[in-house]
């Protein structure tokens, strides 16, 4: 049995990656921004199967430095990790700038979860061959960098934040699979199709009613995470995007190497002392 940590597991696509995965007889660790909805998804899991370990961290993505407090929690129940699934995002419907100075999503969706990553190394190399998982979407391919709207955008288009948002994590992520490939850690992510779940509060009540008739469910939505998480690490391949199970192609600024290590070195920037020491 492998330790796995999931973000964002009391709803969507999180809620059934974590059920199925308990199923399986995985210790887990869910990293959620309320302990209410954590208590009652451990609750269910440990009445269905009484003898499963689950720990429960909080974790706010829109905070620095609860993502710090967070990893370091992590470390200290589970020193050896076999897998991280970032699968927590969200999709703002107004501007919103952190306490930490930045937009929203990019913050939520691609800043904090390098963060994250970066910050649980430790645990995830002393579990080597280990594993990183992302859950993304397909609209990084409409996804344009544009690195001072990173702190806020003069005219914003929520849609287009999030595809800015989940672009700069699937440069991130493949720039991860680059570097942390010597050290065994595979890092791949993956687009769940379009999904019905809380992520759709973003749009308005009409956009909802005509998406939800298009979207699927998040059964179906989870598939891929939970394909790439039933994968032995050592026989893993890093740096792909995944698509219903199959490789991918991705947005081609991806395979830039120079944009993503620009990108990389503005994130470590914007990161400081939050980042461990090397």
Same mark, same amino acid.
């Given at each position: 049995? /492998? =330790? ?19 199923? /399986? ?6 990293? *959620?921004?309320?302990? /209410?909805? !954590? ?10 199967? +009484? ?34 699934? =970032? ?5 703002? @419907? ?14 939520? *969706? !691609?800043?904090?979860? %390098? ?16 594993? #990183?998982?992302? #859950? ?5 391919? $409409? ?5 001072? /709207? ?9 849609? &287009?934040?999030? =595809? ?15 570097? $942390? *490939?010597?050290?065994?850690? &595979? #890092? *791949?992510? $993956? ?23 298009? %979207? ?5 939505? !989870?598939?891929?995470?939970? %394909?790439?998480?039933?994968?032995? +690490? ?8 995944? #698509? ?6 991705? @947005? ?17 920037? %914007?990161?400081?002392?939050? $980042? +461990?020491?090397?």
């Amino acid at each position: 049995m /492998r =330790n796995i940590m999931i973000t964002g597991a009391t709803s969507g696509i999180g809620r059934v990656t974590a059920l199925e995965l308990a199923r /399986r007889g995985h210790p887990l660790i869910l990293a *959620n921004r309320s302990r /209410r909805k !954590a208590d009652e998804l451990r609750d269910e899991i440990l009445t269905a199967y +009484p003898k499963r370990r689950v720990d429960l961290v909080d974790l706010d993505l829109a905070s620095r430095a609860s993502v710090s407090a967070c990893a370091q929690e992590v470390m200290s129940i589970c020193p050896r990790l076999d897998t991280l699934i =970032n699968n927590a995002g969200l999709i703002s @419907h107004e501007q919103v700038i952190t306490q930490d100075g930045f937009e929203l999503q990019f913050q939520v *969706n !691609a800043l904090s979860q %390098f963060q994250l990553t970066l910050e649980l190394l430790p645990a995830l190399s002393a579990a080597a061959p280990s594993q #990183v998982i992302f #859950v993304t979407s397909a609209m990084h391919r $409409l996804g344009k960098l544009d690195f001072e /709207r990173f702190r806020g955008w003069k005219k914003y288009g929520m849609q &287009a934040a999030y =595809n800015q948002s989940k672009l700069a994590m699937m440069l991130l992520a493949r720039e991860l699979a680059e570097q $942390l *490939n010597e050290r065994d850690i &595979a #890092v *791949n992510t $993956l687009h769940p199709g379009a999904v019905d779940t809380g992520i759709l509060d973003g749009y308005s009540s009409l956009a909802q009613f005509f998406l939800r008739r298009l %979207f699927i469910a998040p059964e179906k939505g !989870a598939a891929t995470t939970l %394909f790439l998480a039933k994968q032995e +690490p050592a026989s893993m391949p890093t740096g792909k995007y995944f #698509v219903k199970c199959e490789p991918a192609r991705a @947005h081609k600024l991806v395979d830039d190497q120079a944009m993503r290590q620009k990108l990389w070195q503005a994130c470590c920037d %914007f990161l400081g002392d939050a $980042l +461990p020491a090397a």
